[in-house]
């Protein structure tokens, strides 16, 4: 059942015009955030109302203009559109409070353009949750890189420039691929509405010219995604602000990669196309490696928001990974993924600003004994950290659960040991931190100063910590409930496919 | 001999006009003072006059001016290409005008229409 | 209403005698030339929209207008389409909006240099139009030149370095002139007409022959020398670079899209694309255009004055005119018409802003733009648009005109187009991305001001609102691209494509 219905460019527009606002009323902070706050909240209440309809199985659209003769500038929200536009508007709220502290105390340059370029970016990534065709979501994955990249530059200073270069580098290629790809896609089937199942078949084009178009468009999505060895940027782009690295690099552009990748493979080509042409499983075993390969370089990295920055490239492919295997589960626990390491990451994330904030700490080396005066701070962080390693009772280990059934489903129990590899690993480069906070002594002969908390960062934190603990223990008790979402998106994407699986 | 012979006759003067043109363009490229660049430019637009000239001909015909009692068309020449080529040469002539306002400016400028000269002074 | 039917003739005419009168009236009074100009600018604006719709009304393929009711072949006749309309408006369009422009550097002229700028300026407009609109070889010829010379003109007016661009361009123009008009020699030879549609019809017989492929390169050359095609384009840097810097927006957006647009007519409406010589002088031309393409981001790349960079930026943009052109496709042919016009209105933008960067701080080294977006916020609003547009951001218009030529490359399948088409993207991106972070990130700015900032916006308001217009354009062409697409430029798609 379709219906149209402008909400979703109305939770767009109301992004885009909070960065207008943003930017016309630099000289009043406080009106200033107030537009950021207002739109977050706005942004989210407009994605929740679509949420009930769309777990009834109505699916909302609206053409906004046409971009071409056919192809329309066309936001449609089904299922895996839903997960991920609830994700970012659910998570907007949180970061914005906790930018709004990270940012003043701080003392950050530059305030205007950096809430700005965050709205901006919002909007976008809500029009890649919602995009109903390639072109649009083209389009919006654009504009993303464009305004993301103020951010990145946000300190200004000689690192931030060589991070910004590299950031652009890596994110214009992988457009361009993804053009390309899209180009292709459009001449030989003639459509670019995505489509739950895939609209490409064996009959359109010769299985190499289908490959290659694979190999484009999936490079471009691995490239945000951070899939080894396209990882480069993600690590770079830590110069950034830390709400920023949290929300950006966390969860709405390194999820959009992800997000792409899921769309290509399950909206585009379809698991039996891809079944057939026998080419996701490159993208497997690109991500297995990325996932045991980051884990490793993760236990190396010293700089908090490094080693956070190579977990995430982890935690991403686990997505790829999930949906390079084609099965039911698989993409079910990919999408459920998608959510639970957006609010497990973030929480880290803001941790790690915390920290800087307070203590002007960047190293791990140097955080003995933080926890006893952090308690709440690095309490989450113990949360989010043990989520991260598949905990029971933290949504990580919902996710994960999915995905290695969604493995035995494949008949690929090895991944299975992967998975269970890399949780080890996650614990081995997470708990450090956390037993280092708490179990260890505040250096005697170096006391450290601490500077005022601040609560408009330690509720954000705090909110997205027992979210993570509320949906491990009951994964459908939120509103936009992203498990039946996720279990709508992924029997949409298998279903009329009988082979490949057993159950 | 024959041979020659038919193409001078069918090919000759287009051979000449092409020798004049590209006489014209290879003074531009190579002469060193850009006054001398200037005359290759009209030499090079007057070959392409002449080839106008040229192929409004025709054997017998006369010039296209209505004479009392002859209202033939075939006994004149074609006018057409006569009259276009009236435009060309009040063009060329615009254009070497402007050319040669610009030279003068050059020399006030740099001294000399010499190109090595020229260059010398003008990346300095 | 019966003057709406001569609209036609109104889009050359109105600049044409005004430019002429412009010199008496300045005579008069100093500025008054100048304003008589700008007003018939406005009325060839006003005929070229009113020609559109009546074009477009008409629901036939295109409007034919004859000189002195003569009727063609005998006749000379405008023959206005649906692109020719779209064209001339654009040429108007930001005829009228530059002129604005043009005026503050023109402050302390006398009245000879104002009225004559002015007289060029229109002039410039006429010969751009009439190679527009005009349905007759010979004809496009006279307004081939009156350009050429107005251009030369205003080229010079630039200050001393510009004397040598503009001999230079002089020379190199009139050898394309000369070629132009053998090719039409051998046309008229061959067909007894200079009508194009006439000539369209006649030529057929002669498709194979040597001399139709004499033609056919004289009009390669003498456009692509026009239109500053790799590597005919020699001439075009120090043109664009040393140009009066009121007349550089629209000299760089229309002169060199005007003679690409006249190709574009011969190749596809009069010549015809399915024969063997017009199939080779495709491959020629896809190759010229390739090789512009790489060599000019490349050389780009190279420079550090801003106007020279976007000089051999254009010699890119011009290629990718040429590959559209090349592709030979429906595609290809919708990809180039509209970068052309979007093109058209990305450059002229970037050459205001880096005029009004002169202007005011007499600085031209791209390098030393540091903290522009403070002093100068319409400019850089207007710049990071226009640097959007050349990388092919949607939804700003250089997007979608990428987007037609990848979707020809791939209905050609010729592949190569695509993987030049991404590559020159990123070339794109680098050169242009550091103008931005030269804007925005350098903090010591190293400016120092000539002419106060008269307004809060850093520069005159007849300067800063035809660059945020332009600006504006990029975005609204980008968005309005379908509507554009679908009522204009495939209405007047050439029939050969449609076979």
Request: charged share 10%; aromatic share 12%; glycine share 8%.
């Amino acid at each position: 059942m379709t219906e149209i219905d402008p909400r979703p460019f109305l939770a767009i527009g109301t992004a885009f015009l909070a960065a207008l606002l943003v930017s016309v009323s630099h000289k009043y902070p406080n009106v200033r955030e107030m537009w950021s706050t207002v739109a977050s909240v706005i942004m989210f209440g407009l994605v929740i109302s679509m949420a009930g309809g769309v777990l009834d199985g109505v699916t909302y659209e609206y053409t906004l203009f046409y971009l071409t003769d056919t192809i329309g500038l066309t936001m449609r929200v089904d299922p895996a559109g839903m997960i991920f536009a609830a994700l970012a508007a659910l998570l907007w709220m949180p970061i914005n409070f906790y930018s709004i502290g990270y940012m003043r105390n701080n003392h950050e340059a530059m305030q205007t353009g950096y809430f700005a370029a965050f709205a901006l970016c919002m909007g976008s990534t809500m029009g890649i949750a919602m995009a109903s065709n390639l072109l649009t979501f083209f389009i919006f994955y654009e504009i993303l890189t464009i305004s993301s990249y103020p951010l990145v530059l946000h300190e200004r200073d000689q690192e931030a420039l060589l991070a910004s270069r590299k950031y652009l580098a890596y994110t214009l290629v992988s457009g361009q691929l993804f053009l390309a790809g899209t180009v292709g896609v459009y001449c030989i089937s003639g459509t670019m509405d995505f489509r739950a199942g895939g609209f490409l078949s064996l009959d359109m084009a010769s299985p190499w010219v289908l490959q290659l178009l694979f190999v484009l468009m999936i490079m471009a999505g691995s490239v945000k995604a951070a899939v080894m060895p396209l990882h480069g940027w993600l690590p770079a782009a830590m110069v950034a602000p830390t709400p920023v690295s949290a929300l950006l690099h966390a969860v709405a552009v390194v999820k959009t990669g992800a997000f792409a990748v899921l769309r290509v493979l399950g909206f585009v080509f379809g698991p039996k196309l891809l079944s057939q042409l026998g080419i996701a499983d490159v993208l497997a075993w690109a991500a297995v490696i990325t996932i045991i390969a980051s884990s490793f370089i993760a236990l190396r990295q010293d700089n908090l928001k490094r080693r956070l920055a190579f977990s995430t490239i982890g935690q991403l492919s686990y997505i790829v990974l999930g949906g390079a295997l084609l099965t039911p589960l698989a993409f079910k626990g990919a999408y459920l993924h998608l959510v639970a390491h957006a609010v497990m990451k973030i929480t880290l994330f803001m941790c790690a600003g915390c920290i800087i904030v307070r203590t002007h700490l960047h190293n791990i080396s140097e955080m003995n004994g933080i926890g006893h005066k952090m308690p709440v701070t690095m309490g989450a962080f113990a949360v989010a950290s043990l989520g991260i390693a598949g905990t029971p009772f933290i949504i990580g280990f919902i996710s994960k659960w999915n995905l290695a059934m969604g493995a035995i489903q494949a008949g690929k129990p090895l991944f299975v040991a992967v998975w269970v590899a890399s949780a080890l690993l996650a614990m081995a480069y997470l708990m450090p931190v956390v037993r280092m906070a708490f179990f260890r002594p505040e250096p005697v002969n170096d006391p450290r100063r601490y500077g005022l908390i601040s609560y408009c960062m330690l509720i954000p934190i705090c909110f997205t910590a027992i979210l993570a603990v509320l949906l491990g223990v009951n994964p459908e008790l939120f509103p936009p409930d992203f498990y039946r979402l996720a279990e709508m998106a992924s029997s949409a994407i298998t279903a009329g496919w009988g082979g490949g699986w057993s159950d | 001999m024959d041979a020659l012979n038919e193409f001078l006759a069918r090919r000759g003067i287009y051979t000449l006009v092409m020798i004049l043109f590209f006489l014209g363009v290879y003074g531009m490229v190579l002469a060193k003072n850009y006054l001398k660049k200037l005359m290759a430019m009209n030499v090079m637009q007057v070959a392409v006059i002449f080839f106008y000239l040229c192929f409004a001909q025709k054997e017998g015909g006369m010039i296209p001016i209505l004479v009392p009692g002859n209202v033939d068309p075939a006994s004149y020449i074609n006018p057409l290409p006569h009259a276009l080529m009236l435009t060309a040469i009040v063009v060329s002539m615009g254009t070497t005008g402007v050319a040669i306002a610009l030279l003068m400016r050059i020399k006030e400028i740099y001294g000399s229409v010499e190109e090595r000269e020229v260059l010398r002074r003008a990346s300095k | 209403m019966s003057l709406a039917l001569h609209s036609p003739v109104f889009i050359v005419l109105l600049p044409l005698s005004a430019s002429l009168l412009c010199l008496a009236f300045s005579r008069i009074h100093r500025k008054l030339g100048a304003y008589v100009v700008q007003l018939a600018l406005f009325g060839a604006l006003i005929s070229s929209l009113v020609t559109m719709r009546h074009v477009l009304a008409e629901g036939t393929k295109s409007v034919h207008y004859w000189m002195g009711n003569w009727a063609p072949p005998i006749g000379i006749e405008f023959v206005v389409d649906p692109l020719n309309t779209a064209v001339a408006c654009m040429i108007t369009f930001l005829a009228f909006v530059i002129s604005f422009y043009s005026k503050p550097f023109l402050e302390n002229e006398d009245w000879l240099h104002y009225g004559g700028y002015f007289t060029l300026y229109g002039l410039l407009t006429v010969g751009l139009c009439g190679m527009t609109v005009t349905g007759d070889v010979f004809n496009m010829y006279v307004y081939l030149e009156i350009m050429s010379l107005s251009g030369y003109g205003l080229i010079a007016l630039g200050g001393h370095k510009s004397m040598l661009a503009a001999f230079r361009y002089l020379l190199v123009g009139t050898i394309g002139a000369s070629l132009y008009l053998i090719g039409i020699g051998y046309l008229y030879a061959m067909t007894g007409s200079l009508n194009m549609a006439d000539i369209s019809e006649r030529i057929q017989p002669f498709v194979n022959t040597p001399l139709f492929a004499f033609v056919v390169a004289c009009f390669l050359i003498a456009f692509g020398i026009k239109m500053a095609l790799f590597p005919l384009h020699g001439w075009q840097p120090d043109s664009y670079t040393f140009s009066h810097p009121g007349a550089a927006g629209f000299i760089s957006g229309c002169m060199s899209k005007v003679p690409a647009y006249a190709m574009l007519r011969y190749f596809f409406y009069v010549f015809g694309i399915h024969n063997t010589v017009m199939g080779a002088l495709m491959n020629v031309l896809g190759i010229m255009g390739i090789c512009g393409i790489l060599i000019g981001s490349v050389m780009a790349l190279a420079q550090y004055d801003f106007r020279r960079m976007l000089a051999y930026s254009s010699v890119a943009q011009l290629g990718y005119i040429a590959v559209g052109m090349a592709m030979g496709n429906i595609y290809g042919f919708i990809g180039a018409v509209l970068h052309l016009i979007n093109h058209a209105f990305m450059k002229s933008s970037l050459f205001l802003v880096v005029g009004g960067i002169a202007y005011r701080f007499g600085e031209v080294n791209l390098y030393r733009l540091g903290g522009l977006n403070k002093k100068m916020p319409v400019s850089s609003i207007a710049t990071v648009l226009a640097v959007l547009s050349m990388i092919g951001i949607p939804p700003t218009c250089g997007f979608f005109s990428k987007w037609y030529l990848m979707l020809g490359a791939f209905e050609g399948q010729q592949y190569i187009f695509i993987a030049v088409l991404v590559v020159s993207s990123l070339l794109n991106a680098i050169y242009y991305v550091r103008i931005v972070e030269q804007m925005f990130v350098q903090r010591e700015a190293s400016l120092t001001e000539i002419h106060d900032p008269e307004t809060k916006l850093g520069m005159p308001l007849s300067m800063v609102i035809p660059i945020g217009v332009t600006g504006l354009a990029i975005l609204i062409l980008g968005i309005y691209s379908s509507s554009l697409v679908t009522n204009i430029v495939e209405v007047g798609l050439p029939e050969v494509l449609l076979k």
